[in-house]
């Protein structure tokens, strides 16, 4: 078994091509890197449970990062998408293949806004609002 999931992004996706800021991006954690992106993005483990978040959560749902770990981050999720988009995540992380999930996120006041969901088996990226 390996050490981890492959970390999926690298520095020159989050900050610009300067030599300053690449240096910069070096010295910063994995998770500083991660809520740096322009998407939000989160680590799962095999059974679905989310493990992390990045700041961009927040934003897209009102939810905090915190309060959305482990499957309190399905409640984020609307009803009618949930048990589609569990089945087709956790299959897609257990055969290790790469995914695209379209589900509605609800922020704190329950409105649902339509998104797309692309993630490699651990790592899930929420990468646009579709309009």
Do not use: Y
């Amino acid at each position: 078994m390996t050490s981890g999931p492959e970390f999926p992004f690298s520095s020159d996706s989050v900050l610009s091509e300067t030599s300053g800021d690449k240096q910069h991006a070096l010295q910063l954690k994995p998770q500083q890197l991660l809520d740096r992106l322009p998407v939000t993005v989160w680590q799962a483990n095999d059974q679905g449970q989310i493990i992390s978040l990045s700041a961009r959560w927040q934003l897209i749902t009102g939810h905090a990062p915190i309060e959305s770990l482990g499957e309190a981050f399905w409640n984020a999720v609307l009803l009618e998408d949930r048990d589609l988009s569990f089945q087709q995540w956790t299959n897609a992380c257990q055969q290790q293949q790469p995914f695209v999930l379209h589900l509605h996120l609800c922020s704190i006041k329950g409105k649902p806004d339509p998104f797309l969901i692309q993630g490699v088996a651990g790592w899930v990226r929420c990468s646009q609002r579709m309009l």
